[in-house]
Nanobody, 126 residues
Framework: QVQLVESGGGLVQPGGSLRLSCAVSGRTNSAYAMAWFRQAPGKFREFVAALNWSGRNKYYADAVRGRFSISRGNGENTVQLQMNSLKPEDTALYYC???????????????????WGQGTQVTVSS
């Protein structure tokens, strides 16, 4: 089993920044792809960003490309999501996920991730 715990969410004004962290523990596997998804009220969970097992290949949703950055922390035990230039439409519950790094990459599909955190709320409002 792999446990994921997110932190770093909160209330921020439009144009502000937040840094989310995902602590990974349990039977960790450095070959996992790691991803962030988000879900706003009344909407489906959507892909935000992912990186493959090595951390060299990174993938972003069009809505966040150029504003968000995903990275692995030291020792492969944390994954961060740096969010800049936040917009009200970024308001959502943000989830960290881990799953097989298929074909060396990272999937954008929720169904390809085996482990999920409980989520951390991000609210962008003035």
């Amino acid at each position: 089993q792999v446990q994921l715990v997110e932190s770093g969410g909160g209330l921020v004004q439009p144009g502000g920044s937040l840094r989310l962290s995902c602590a990974v523990s349990g039977r960790t596997n450095s070959a996992y792809a790691m991803a962030w998804f988000r879900q706003a009220p009344g909407k489906f969970r959507e892909f935000v960003a992912a990186l493959n097992w090595s951390g060299r290949n990174k993938y972003y949703a069009d809505a966040v490309r150029g504003r968000f950055s995903i990275s692995r922390g030291n020792g492969e035990n944390t994954v961060q999501l740096q969010m800049n230039s936040l917009k009200p439409e970024d308001t959502a519950l943000y989830y960290c996920a881990a799953g097989p790094s298929r074909f060396g990459g990272a999937s954008r599909l929720t169904s390809d991730y085996d482990y999920w955190g409980q989520g951390t709320q991000v609210t962008v409002s003035s």
